[in-house]
C-alpha cells in the first residue's frame, strides 16, 4: 500500500497570558496561536488488518505513549473501525521547545485517519477527541490562525501582519508542568479583547521564570533581541524572532552561534493540513 503523506505544522504563541486558574489547577489562558508554513510529515498506510503500528519509534518515546499511537488507537476505539494503519513520522521540530510538534502530531493523525478511513467524524467531534491528548490539540484541528481563551480551546480567528519567523532552540528542555506549578508565575493578567491584541502591547508571562530557571533561554533571547523583536513561545524552550522578510531571517539564522539550531517559517492564516483536506475531500 502506497504511503500518504500529510502535514504536521507547527504553532507559535505570539503572546501568552495567564489569566486565572481553575479549581482543577488548569489555567486560564489567552493567546495568539500562529500557525506556521513548516513541521513535521506523518506518513499513512491503511490496512484492513485492524492493526495500528509505527514505522519507526522516536527517541526518548515509547511506542504505545507517542501521540500519534494513541491518536489512532483512540479513533479506532471511538469509531469501531475495523480499519488498521501503519503511520510513519518524519520530524523536523524540537520536540517539547513550545511549537506543539506532537500535539500537531496527533491532530494530523485523527484528521488524516478520519479521511483515509472514511469514519466521517465532523470537526468539533474531533476537537473533542483530540482535548483528552493533550491542550494544544484542538487548535490544530481548528487549523486557523487564532485568538484563543480558555484553556486554549476557545477560539477568535484573527488576521496576523504577514510575518516570516525564525525560531530557534536553545537545547534546554523546559517542563510545561513545572512552569505552570511554579509559585511565581504570574496568574492575574488582565483579559484583553481579541480585537486590540498587538504584539507589542502583550508579552509571555511564562518568559521570565523560564529564562531565570533556565539561563540559555535568556542567553538565546538576548542574542536575537539584537537583530529584531524576539519573545519565547508557549512554555519554552524555543524562542522566535520577527521579520518582515525571508532575507533578513536567513541571514541571522546564518549567524546563529552553533550552540543552538533554528529555522525560518512563513506565518499562515490556513494550516497546510487543512488545505490538504479539503483538496482530498474533493
Ligand atoms: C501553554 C501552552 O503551550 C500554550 O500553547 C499549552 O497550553 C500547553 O499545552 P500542552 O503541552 O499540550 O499541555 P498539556 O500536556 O495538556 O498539559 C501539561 C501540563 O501543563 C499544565 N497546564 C497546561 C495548560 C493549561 N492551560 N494550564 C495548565 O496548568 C498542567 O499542569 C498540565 O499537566
Ligand atoms: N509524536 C510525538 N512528537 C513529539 N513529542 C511526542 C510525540 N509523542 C509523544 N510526545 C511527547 O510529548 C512531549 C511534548 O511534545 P511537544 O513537541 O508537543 O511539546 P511542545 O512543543 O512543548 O508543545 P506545547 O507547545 O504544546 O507545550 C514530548 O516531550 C514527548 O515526550
Redesign the pocket.
Known sequence: MAVTWWASPA?L?LF?HITGRYED?????Q?V?QMLDYGDEIGVETSDTGEISLAQSISGVADHENLVYRAAKLLQTETRTTEGAKLHIHKRLPMGG?V?G??SNAATTLCALNSMWRTALNQSELIELGQQL????PVFIHGRTTFAEG??DKFTDITTPDTVFLVAHPNVHVS??AI??AADLPRKTPVISSQHYSFNATQND?QEIVCKRHPEVAKLLQWLLQFAPSRMT??GACVFSVFSDRISAEKTLKQLPSQWSGFIAQGVHTSPLLKQLKQYSI
Open positions: 504553532k504563541n501568552l489547577g488548569y489555567h486560564a489562558l493567546t496561536f513550545g506543539g506532537g500535539s493533550g491542550a494544544d490539540v484553556t486554549g510545561t508542568q505552570f506549578t511564562c508557549g512554555t
